[in-house]
Each structure stands twice: as C-alpha cells, then as structure tokens.
C-alpha cells in the first residue's frame, strides 16, 4: 500500500478478526484511526485479539462482539446489537470464511460451508443497510477467494445433498455465490452512496488451511507456502477497499491485487445472479423485490 490513509471518525466491521488477514485488516483500520468492531465466533480468542490489536496499534476504539456467522439466529442478534449500538456504519468487511472438511449442517440445518461463507455474510449485510445507508458514503468489501473459479455450481444442490461432498468444490462455490450476491447487491444499491465490492486476498499463510488438511491440500500447500503471503500482505486488498479514496464510487467489482480483476463467467451473468439473490434471499428469511 502507498502513503497511510486516515480512517479518523470512521465506525468499521470486521467479522472473522480474531486471526489471519480479519485480525490484520482489524488491526490496519485500528491504526488509520478508525472505530473497529471486530466480530468473532470464540469470545476467548476474540479478547486475545482484541488486546493484541491495542497494543499494537495504540488505539482504544475496538468493541468485540460475538457471533457465529453459520448460524442466522446469531447473526440477527449480531445485528440487532449493533443497530443499538451504532447510529451509522462506514465500512462493513465480510472476512469471515471456512473451508470445512467434511459436510456438516449448520444450526439451521443448512451445509455449514455455505451457510458461514455466504449465507451469513449476505444476512448480516442486508440487516445492516440502514445503518450503511446512514453513514454514505459507505463501503460493503466481501472477502471472497480465486477458489470461485474452480467452483462446480449445481444450482439444484447448493448444499451438497446429492452430489458427493468435497470441501473445495463447497468452499469455491460458496465464494462464486458471495461475487454473484455482491454485484446483483451493488447492483441494487447503486444511488445510494453504498458500495459493495468483493476481493481475492492473495493466497495467504493463515489457519484457513486447516490443522489437518486432505493429502491433495497438504500436496498443494507443502508446494505453495514458500509463495504465500503473510496476513498482513493478505490484508492488503481489504484495507485497499476500505480506505482508498480511487475506489470510494466504484461498486460491483471483484478486485484482485488491489486492481479491478474479471470475476468467473458463472458469477457474472444475470440469469445465474438473480437464481441466486432469489435463493440466498429465501434461505436467510428475507423479502426483498
Ligand atoms: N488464506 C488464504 O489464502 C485465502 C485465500 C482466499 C480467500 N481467503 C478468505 O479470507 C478470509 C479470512 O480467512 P483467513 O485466511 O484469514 O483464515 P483464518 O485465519 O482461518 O481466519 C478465518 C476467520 O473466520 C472466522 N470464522 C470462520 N467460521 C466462522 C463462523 N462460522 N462464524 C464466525 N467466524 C468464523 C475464524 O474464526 P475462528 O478462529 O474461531 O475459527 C477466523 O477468525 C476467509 O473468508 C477466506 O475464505 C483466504
């Protein structure tokens, strides 16, 4: 990143940043003088972070709330805490992300992979544009990941019932639902002072890799971590998005290396866009025209 940019006055959200690029991205806002709330599943692990974060960038504007982004339960009280305690919202980073081994539901019964990757993401987001809308400009960056490339997308089985289960073709899809949701959203929201932009960070040395990935991971990851980037490189593109002043009107973009990048083909065409805003829209309980 180029010259320091001030974030002062600015009330950002970090899901996902008690570790990895979320703790990082918390960390680089906390130090550009914004308010950060950082949101994580383990309350143990979030003070840890959150003490970390004070102590390295100085600052005591950091809230920590809790939540489980694959259960909507969670994220409704989630969102129902910061509607209380916030009178406006600038930035809104969806960080929080898995890729989950073995197929597993989630609280609500739904795949555990879509259901943290994109199903939470999208409701907290949707259960907190007013409070975006009252702080325009505003910013919605979803973490997303290149992994969308390589997804195999079976609209008749989003979750995996009927096709057999592997993690990465959950996580790519989950990631290619995430850049769909977020250009038909920007999409939505054009005129109203709200972005919503997505991002590949890079491939990160971070947990998301898992203690005990599957041997084609191990293979891949024993090859690729010597290219890796740190989580505070990782960050880099979250933080590009956040504060940039070049990127305070562009929405609807995917951005790789801090530079607008092509999304996969599946992710951008409008027929598939609106199956999935339908979708996502009814998993999570929500109408929207
Ligand atoms: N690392 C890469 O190479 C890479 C590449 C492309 C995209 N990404 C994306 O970058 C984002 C950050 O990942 P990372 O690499 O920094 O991995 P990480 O270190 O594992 O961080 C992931 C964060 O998400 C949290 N999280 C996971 N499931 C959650 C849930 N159900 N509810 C609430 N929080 C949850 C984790 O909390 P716990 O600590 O409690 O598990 C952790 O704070 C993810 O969206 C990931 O998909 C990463």
Redesign the pocket.
Known sequence: MSEPRSMSGKTCIV?????????ETALGLARMGARVVL????AE?GKAALEDIRRESGSSALDLLI?????QA?VRALAEQILKKYSRLDVLI??????VRARTLSADGIE?TV???HL?AALLTILLLDLLKAGTPSRIIN?????QRRARLDMSDLQFERRKYNSFYA?GQS?LLMNAFTFELARRLEGTGVTANCL??????????GADPPLIFKLIIALVKPF??N?KE?AEVSLYLASSPDVAQVSGKYFVKSKPAESSPLSQDPQIAAEIWQWTTKMIGIQMA
């Open positions: 899901t996902g940043a008690n570790s990895g690029i979320g703790k949101v994580c599943r383990n692990k939540a489980d982004m694959s259960s969670s969806n960080n929080a992300g898995a890729a555990t259901a943290a990757n939470g973490v997303s990941s290149e992994a996580y990631k590949h960070p890079g491939v990160v040395a971070t947990n998301i890799w890796m980037l989580s990782g």
